[in-house]
């Protein structure tokens, strides 16, 4: 499918009333657990997109189901593949650094990429891909109910906004997701490879840390 088949997807699915996945009575932090529970084992041997034939382990989410704050990244890479979990080595590694500089860990948050499963070479995740895993992230953003995103990456911003915006954009506009607060910022492991983006990205963290802090 056409990234401008994509783009038209993800405006039908933001224009069937996602937002009111908020709305329902509160759901307890227990009946979180066995929903995400439910869907990890559901689509855990999903074959919906080619990246299934290189998978070795399902990179679902993980973090605290009741979370205020859901973090969405792009894709899992060599090391999320091996063991299941999002944003490990460098990238995670560095990822923790920046949470704890906000006074966060990740196991107060949620923590989801666009798809679940490796791209070949960590290349981009493929409009077919996105289309094939996003019904499962948005099921996750359903049960957990964050009251804040923290969106790292271009690529994820893109793909959830249905923009095909530059990241300064997202940054500086800061567009609701679903009617809820976001933040766009730089993806960890682009901030490995350009050191000139940790001042911008750090500005980020501290606004997202006021809103955060605020709910």
Same mark, same amino acid.
């Given at each position: 499918?056409?990234?401008?088949?994509?783009?038209?997807?993800?405006?039908?699915? +933001?224009?069937?009333?996602?937002?009111?996945?908020? *709305?329902?009575?509160?759901?307890?932090?227990?009946?979180?657990?066995? +929903?995400?529970?439910?869907?990890? /084992?559901?689509?855990?041997?999903?074959? !919906?997109?080619?990246?299934?034939?290189?998978?070795?382990?399902?990179?679902?989410?993980?973090?605290?189901?009741?979370?205020?704050?859901?973090?969405? #990244?792009?894709?899992?890479?060599?090391?999320? &593949? !091996?063991?299941?979990?999002?944003?490990?080595?460098?990238?995670?590694?560095?990822?923790? !650094?920046?949470?704890?500089?906000?006074? =966060? *860990?990740?196991?107060?948050?949620?923590?989801? &990429?666009?798809?679940?499963?490796?791209?070949?070479?960590?290349?981009?995740?493929?409009? /077919?891909?996105?289309?094939?895993? =996003?019904?499962? =992230?948005?099921?996750?953003?359903?049960?957990?109910?964050?009251?804040?995103?923290?969106?790292? #990456?271009?690529?994820?911003?893109?793909?959830?906004?249905?923009?095909? /915006?530059?990241?300064?954009?997202? @940054?500086? &506009?800061?567009?609701?997701?679903?009617? *809820?607060? *976001?933040?766009?910022?730089?993806?960890?492991?682009?901030?490995? @490879?350009?050191?000139?983006?940790?001042?911008?990205?750090?500005?980020?963290? +501290? /606004?997202?840390?006021?809103?955060?802090?605020?709910?």
């Amino acid at each position: 499918m056409s990234k401008r088949a994509l783009l038209q997807y993800l405006e039908l699915i +933001q224009e069937s009333g996602i937002d009111h996945v908020f *709305t329902p009575a509160p759901v307890s932090a227990e009946d979180k657990i066995k +929903q995400l529970a439910a869907l990890r /084992e559901e689509n855990l041997n999903c074959t !919906k997109c080619p990246l299934a034939e290189g998978r070795i382990e399902l990179v679902f989410g993980s973090g605290n189901p009741d979370a205020k704050a859901m973090l969405i #990244g792009e894709a899992p890479g060599d090391n999320e &593949n !091996k063991t299941g979990l999002p944003f490990v080595g460098a990238a995670g590694q560095l990822l923790d !650094k920046m949470l704890a500089a906000i006074n =966060l *860990t990740r196991d107060e948050i949620y923590i989801a &990429n666009i798809v679940k499963c490796r791209p070949p070479e960590n290349r981009n995740p493929a409009p /077919e891909e996105k289309i094939a895993c =996003l019904p499962i =992230l948005l099921e996750q953003i359903k049960i957990i109910r964050p009251k804040i995103f923290l969106i790292m #990456g271009l690529v994820a911003a893109q793909t959830l906004f249905a923009k095909n /915006e530059n990241l300064g954009w997202f @940054r500086t &506009n800061r567009p609701d997701l679903m009617g *809820t607060p *976001t933040y766009v910022t730089y993806h960890p492991a682009a901030l490995i @490879r350009n050191q000139n983006w940790k001042r911008p990205a750090w500005e980020d963290l +501290q /606004e997202f840390q006021k809103t955060y802090e605020s709910l």
